[in-house]
């Protein structure tokens, strides 16, 4: 059984950083590719980053150069650095495992809130 949870998140003001943490529960974190979306009020959930097992990264466009995804497969832990953040960056931010045979597993969410 997988189980994911966030931590980081809070309340800051633009320009400024969070990072985000997400501890994992199970014998496959190693071997699956793990992301961070996000969803604003009224929005869809959005990918925004995500790194696979050998560590190969791909990010939002809208989040390049600001954020970085990074994992620690012997603690089980994946982690989202997010510099000169802005107000649009505002969402709940939740953490997903996507197994190698495919089943996907959600997070509760952290929020995040960018003051402008």
């Known amino acids: 059984q997988v189980q994911l949870v966030e931590s980081g998140g809070g309340l800051v003001q633009a320009g400024g950083s969070l990072r985000l943490s997400c501890a994992a529960s199970?014998?496959?974190?190693?071997?699956?590719?793990m992301g961070w979306y996000r969803q604003a009020p009224g929005k869809q959930r959005e990918l925004v980053a995500r790194?696979?097992?050998?560590?190969?990264?791909n990010y939002a466009d809208s989040v390049k150069g600001r954020f970085t995804i990074s994992r620690d497969n012997a603690k089980n832990m994946v982690y989202l650095q997010m510099n000169s953040l802005k107000p649009e960056d505002t969402a709940v931010y939740y953490c997903n495992l996507l197994s190698p045979d495919g089943a996907g597993y959600w997070g509760q969410g952290t929020q995040v809130t960018v003051s402008s």
């Open positions: 790194i696979t097992r050998n560590r190969s990264t």
């Open positions: 199970g014998s496959i974190f190693s071997i699956s590719v």
